[in-house]
């Protein structure tokens, strides 16, 4: 739920109709997140007519961060840039990035924007993970391709893939240089305005290498671990999105940041209980074998 606004509210926009609240709690909301948005879509893109922006910008809504602003408020947490690569990944074509100059320009307006609005006073900003490492794709092994070349784990190995369908070691390197760029505009931004920064890639990184344990509410590690391939807890059924306590984890990394930057004293989100009431974690079901 996103404010007043609960999640079946949501859909009727999509079919190009009204959302059922009538868009009366848009005051309310909180999370300005929308599916699918690129960073230029987030600081400059009004809703239209039917379109998950409209779903949380309402009808005739500004953009998401000018709607975020417009309720002044005292702290901002941001996490954008995922899905100026993700199709990148998703539909194996690298001309699908947004090239890191316009990246880097709508990241310096967004910037501007909140330094003109007197209420916020403190930012966090998380950096971009390695999309080609998460298990969404997975190894080809077929010879009519370079060794180390990736496809969807979507489709069957079995089937006769076309270049298109297949992202090799140099496009690969190129997705990850063009994270590596957004991430030190990222850093350089927060830097430079002296906000928290969340480095989700380095920590993503070390996930990979090695099990991660989780921990309770206090911090402590315990002997329940969690691991970033697939259905090793991290990450959704979809190979791309974390799951519950995926999200309890990077929410302790944005704690962190937060207190060391802002010198508070947040506490961490219990991992553990999260973990429990997740299925993805305690129970996932392969939907590959169905």
């Avoid at 949501?10 to 909301?29: A, E, M, S």
């Avoid at 690298?94 to 307006?109: G, P, R």
């Avoid at 298990?135 to 969807?152: G, I």
Wanted: aromatic share 8%; hydrophobic share 35%.
């Amino acid at each position: 739920m996103k404010g007043n606004v609960k999640w079946w509210q949501y859909y009727y926009p999509l079919i190009g109709g009204h959302r059922k609240d009538g868009y009366k709690n848009q005051d309310t909301l909180t999370n300005y997140g929308i599916a699918g948005a690129t960073i230029e879509q987030i600081v400059e893109k009004s809703p239209e007519k039917s379109s998950m922006a409209k779903l949380v910008l309402g009808e005739t809504g500004d953009s998401a961060i000018n709607q975020a602003l417009a309720q002044q408020p005292t702290f901002l947490s941001i996490w954008v840039g995922h899905n100026d690569i993700l199709k990148a990944v998703t539909r194996t074509n690298t001309a699908l990035m947004t090239s890191t100059e316009a990246f880097t320009d709508s990241l310096e307006k967004m910037a501007a924007k909140i330094k003109q609005t007197p209420s916020v006073q403190g930012v966090v900003i998380a950096n971009i993970v390695d999309l080609t490492a998460l298990p969404y794709l997975t190894d080809v092994n077929s010879a009519a391709h370079p060794q180390n070349s990736k496809r969807s784990f979507l489709l069957s190995s079995e089937n006769q893939l076309s270049a298109d369908q297949v992202l090799d070691p140099t496009e690969l390197k190129q997705i990850q240089q063009q994270i590596i760029a957004y991430n030190q505009a990222l850093k350089t931004i927060a830097k430079d305005n002296n906000w928290a920064y969340v480095d989700l890639h380095a920590f993503f990184a070390k996930i990979n290498q090695e099990d991660y344990q989780l921990k309770d509410s206090k911090g402590f590690s315990t002997n329940t671990t969690i691991n970033s391939g697939y259905l090793g807890g991290l990450v959704s059924l979809d190979g791309m999105h974390i799951t519950s306590t995926g999200q309890a984890i990077f929410a302790n990394r944005f704690i962190d940041a937060i207190n060391l930057q802002y010198q508070t004293n947040l506490t961490h989100v219990d991992e553990v209980a999260a973990s429990k009431k997740d299925t993805l974690f305690s129970n996932p079901v392969d939907p590959r074998t169905k």
